[in-house]
């Protein structure tokens, strides 16, 4: 080994769900919205002025903080404005996680958060969710560095309701405590209004799920000025310009779209609801979920052979073949037709080891 | 102060140019570029199916990776791409620049490498350059924990040879040294044929200056397979999918138009050694430049008072009240049209004080 890799920050990386490029394939397995954005977003692309594009963008993103400002009823001062929302928690965990102290989170979560401690070697420690994938609050009353988690929870569903949540923050004033809503839009109750009452509270949501936009790169984090003073300290100590002008406009449309946003949303609920019916008679039990997926698990057939067995017929889910979850599917609600083949395979598959 | 404030990450951000909204103005104070993007982005962007926003992106950016090898004749594994070079050079500094030894770079030089390697906690010692704002190599022969320097040097617009450089890569087989080629396509010759002799090299280019396209964020690295597999391991532990699909089909497209590349890059080239001539004949004098800026200072008269003088007559150029560079304005090469405008203004300026 040469000298230099001895200075080489190593780090195991996040794996991301796959991206399969074949066409034809039912894609279940990273949570992303069956319908397309909405079409105010494809409005904006068509009309942008190309020649705009040499100039840096708005280090701001003005149109964009402002529109999410008013959609959720807050000051422009306490919008942060990132690359997905995995640039606005890991800019959360840099800016916040920041004493010797260890940082807290639920064993079974969102499976990026040990990656982002360990990249900034922040001291962190998981709590066990109990045996129906619930947060038992006392677990985070205690000393710490902060505290994170999804809500619903990822990749359970799970939804916690905001008493419970307040508990945690009102007994933590010493530590920001991150609430991760990706999945808030599908049902469950924002955090956002608390806020004012918290100092200590950050909210963070994404355009990924709820509004389609994946793609675009776009995830906010709601909290008081002083919060958002802070992170945006740290973002333009690497950074200045993230967010290129089709992103804040495409994001700020998306926003006042709010009649889209409601009837997708909507459409997405109700399917979610007719696939618990589906799988329950299929023989699959799972956490109740508020989000846009469910995770499944059968009464005899194995997770694994499933998800395989899924994947050769084109339809994939995803699975995780990890301690207390190797037994689950996650399955991403996609649109009812997408749905019913789903349904129409795990029949089939169901049968092989009847 | 509540206590969780203690534990934030408190730093002293870059300070970014200005970027007036104001219609009328000439804006020559970011080293934008003045001509719109190849006409071919525009027309990826008038065909993006808006659809596809609502999948995750290519976590690899295949498209604009291959475009980029082809082009630099290396491996698709030899190209990291980022949000910008600021987030090519911020991920470099993090992955690479990770002992307790000092970082070096020049004290006049781009304002954000101190912020960087404070963001980082990491060390850092300034070699000062010459009176003439040259580097000189043995200043960089010693124990560090890395090297960086933008060639052309930015804002002087002075380019060190490759020999020079080459000097300095080889005296360093313990050190990752970075090069920010970020103004190299205005006539300096690029280290990237090195990277497959010199391990331990990694070369920064970026979209923002001889692409057109500082909106869209793009920026990329060249190095050794190895290099470039650490970076991306770093870069996988922060943010999955930075790259969304428009950036990465638009970043491809710019790449594949080497034609109009060229005859952008060659107007400005032309405009510049015409202001150099036109500067000095109004009394200026500057290191000689081979970016797409001049970095000068007046035989007689202030340039802060300049620069004031400027603003006034709705022109935007770049001045630093730090040591050593006080005196001096940093002036982007707008159109031909553009400079005559700040000529006739500097005459003006310039006859008050006479």
């Given at each position: ?36 954005p909405?079409s105010r977003v494809k409005t904006v692309i068509e009309s942008f002025d190309n020649a705009k594009m040499r100039l840096y963008p708005d280090t701001?993103s003005t149109v964009l ?148 936009m994946?793609g675009m790169r ?23 310009y993230t967010m290129n002008p089709l992103s804040q406009i495409c994001g700020a449309e ?101």
């Amino acid at each position: 080994m040469s000298n230099w890799e001895s200075n080489v920050r190593k780090v195991v990386p996040y794996t991301p769900g796959e991206q399969p490029k074949d066409s034809g394939i039912i894609k279940l397995n990273t949570n992303e919205n069956p319908y397309p954005p909405s079409s105010r977003v494809k409005t904006v692309i068509e009309s942008f002025d190309n020649a705009k594009m040499r100039l840096y963008p708005d280090t701001n993103s003005t149109v964009l903080v402002d529109a999410l400002a008013k959609r959720y009823n807050v000051k422009p001062s306490q919008v942060f404005v990132g690359v997905g929302s995995d640039d606005v928690i890991s800019m959360a965990f840099m800016t916040f996680f920041n004493s010797d102290k260890t940082v807290l989170f639920p064993d079974v979560t969102y499976s990026f958060y040990d990656v982002w401690a360990d990249v900034y070697r922040i001291p962190y420690a998981v709590r066990p969710l109990d045996n129906d994938f619930r947060i038992n609050p006392d677990d985070y009353i205690c000393e710490n560095g902060g505290i994170i988690f999804p809500n619903p929870n990822a990749p359970t569903g799970v939804f916690e309701s905001l008493d419970m949540i307040e508990k945690i923050i009102k007994a933590n004033p010493d530590s920001v405590v991150i609430i991760d809503e990706a999945y808030i839009d599908f049902g469950g109750e924002s955090c956002i209004p608390l806020v004012d009452k918290y100092e200590n509270l950050l909210v963070v949501q994404t355009f990924s799920k709820s509004r389609s936009m994946a793609g675009m790169r776009i995830g906010f984090a709601v909290g008081n000025e002083k919060l958002i003073k802070f992170m945006n300290d740290v973002k333009f100590s690497i950074n200045s310009y993230t967010m290129n002008p089709l992103s804040q406009i495409c994001g700020a449309e998306a926003v006042y779209d709010e009649e889209y946003f409601k009837e997708t949303t909507g459409i997405i609920i109700e399917t979610r609801e007719y696939s618990k019916k589906r799988l329950s008679e299929l023989g699959f039990s799972f956490p109740d979920s508020m989000s846009n997926f469910i995770f499944a698990s059968h009464n005899s057939i194995d997770a694994g052979f499933i998800f395989e067995e899924l994947k050769k017929r084109k339809i994939f889910v995803r699975y995780w073949n990890k301690p207390r979850i190797n037994n689950h599917l996650r399955i991403t609600i996609g649109t009812r037709e997408e749905m019913e083949k789903l349904f129409s395979a795990l029949e089939e598959i169901l049968q092989m080891k009847g």
